[in-house]
């Protein structure tokens, strides 16, 4: 039977919340990507995002009115916040056991599974995007990262914010096999980018588009198609309504202490047009 008096000290804590703090900002990838929305302390589980029309500029007449104005009519997106948690059993057999630091060690583990879940959500609204670069049936290039970004260009996303793109591992892959020519040695024959995706593993930048790798990118199907992103801060939307807290109760029965992690937050896409989804066969 749970009893909320808990005999865990002050001091370990402490060190799970900061723990798991710090892991789930520093372990978060694609939350920094896209817009984000602070919602804490204010009443409701709904933000409503304005949508802004383009302006389009026509030449003028001196000393003549300009007797048309401009319509600018807005729409909204919503996102809603729901919560999201994860709970640890600690028993005191396995604390007092350890011959580490316990509480760090949790607080890393609840800090991954918040960051993974969010970006998890957000990844998931790749496959939202009207707009996509389809390879369902061959591995993703550089021609392909190249047409996503005109596309963007096209739709004057660059006006908003620098380009990225997330990967699955496995479609980073296929990509980094045809920048470095199969794996060969690091030649001046390749690309700054391609010897440098030999020495570190790390694509960078492709056509202005920095070029990011995820494990959370949503595919996998038998088909082996993974949908990853190119897209602008703008496309999608990360909105907290309460950061995370990390709560410990007390099961004297079970000998153990409940450590819970939990946040309510929401995701959205925002400007379809800022986003394209990246469509590609990823098998290794």
């Known amino acids: 039977m749970a009893n909320t008096t808990s005999s865990m000290t002050q001091e370990l804590y402490a060190n799970i919340v900061q723990s798991a ?14 817009r984000n929305y ?3 302390g ?5 933000a409503q995002v304005p949508i802004y029309p383009a302006l389009s500029a026509s030449g003028l007449t001196e ?6 104005p401009t319509s600018f009519d807005t729409t909204s997106k919503t996102i809603t916040a729901t919560e999201k948690g994860v709970m640890v059993t600690l028993t005191d057999l396995s604390a007092e056991s350890a011959n580490e630091d316990v509480a760090a060690a949790i607080g890393r583990q609840i800090g991954g599974a918040m960051a993974e879940k969010i970006d998890t959500d957000l990844a998931a609204l790749f496959a939202g995007f009207s707009q996509t670069v389809d390879k369902s049936k061959a591995a993703v290039t550089v021609q392909d990262i190249f047409k996503a970004a005109a596309i963007l260009r096209n739709n004057k996303a660059n006006l908003n914010g620098a ?3 997330v990967l699955h591992p496995y479609q980073a892959y296929d990509l980094k096999q045809q920048l470095t020519n199969a794996g060969s040695t690091m030649s001046h024959a390749l690309s700054d980018v391609g010897n440098n995706a030999l020495l570190n593993g790390f694509v960078g930048r492709i056509a202005g588009v920095d070029v990011f790798e995820s494990t959370v990118v949503s595919g996998g199907d038998s088909a082996g198609a993974y949908y990853g992103a ?7 939307g990360y909105m907290v309504k309460r950061n995370m807290r990390i709560e410990e109760q007390r099961d004297a029965s079970l000998r153990a202490t409940e450590i819970v992690g939990s946040m309510a937050y929401g995701v959205s896409e925002l400007f379809d047009e800022y986003g394209v989804a990246i469509i590609s066969d990823a098998n290794l």
């Open 63 to 68: 000393g003549t009115d300009i007797s048309v």
């Open 42 to 46: 204010t009443p409701g589980l709904v």
């Open 21 to 34: 703090l710090y892991q789930m900002n520093e372990q978060s990838l694609i939350r920094p990507l896209v």
């Open 230 to 236: 190119v897209m602008t801060q703008d496309a999608l």
């Open 38 to 40: 602070d919602m804490t």
């Open 163 to 165: 380009f990225v793109c």
